[in-house]
């Protein structure tokens, strides 16, 4: 089984910077791509960023873009999430997640098909 384990979050004020670290283990070897979402209560789970691993390139929702940074570390095991001038916005649980199941050529992946692991979540708060 994959497990991912989310570590980072916390509280930080208007335009404060928090990095959030996924340690990740078990087969991941066909993993087609790994990303971060967040979610507050009553809302579903939206998509921040995703890294794709066969080209290496990162997609970020509008919301984020110039603020986040996706990054990964295969020799360590770890996805990072790097969050700049973050504003109260931005508040909200996030999760860590992994294509496990896909299956097919990792070209034709689409984040939208779903992935297949996630961690517990790590919360972020960001006052005003």
């Known amino acids: 089984a994959v497990i991912l384990e989310e570590s980072g979050g916390g509280s930080v004020q208007t335009g404060g910077s928090l990095k959030l670290s996924c340690v990740y283990s078990g087969y991941m070897f066909n993993s087609c791509g790994m990303g971060w979402y967040r979610q507050v209560p009553g809302e579903e789970r939206r998509l921040v960023a995703i890294i794709y691993t066969d080209r290496g390139t990162a997609y970020y929702a509008d919301s984020v873009k110039g603020r986040f940074t996706i990054s990964r570390d295969n020799a360590k095991n770890t996805l990072f999430l790097q969050m700049n001038s973050l504003k109260p916005e931005d508040t909200a649980m996030y999760y860590c997640?992994?294509?496990?199941?896909?299956?097919?050529?990792?070209?034709?992946?689409?984040?939208?098909?779903?992935?297949?692991?996630w961690g517990q979540g790590s919360l972020v708060t960001v006052s005003s």
């Open positions: 997640a992994a294509d496990i199941g896909y299956g097919g050529p990792c070209a034709d992946w689409n984040p939208k098909d779903g992935l297949d692991a």
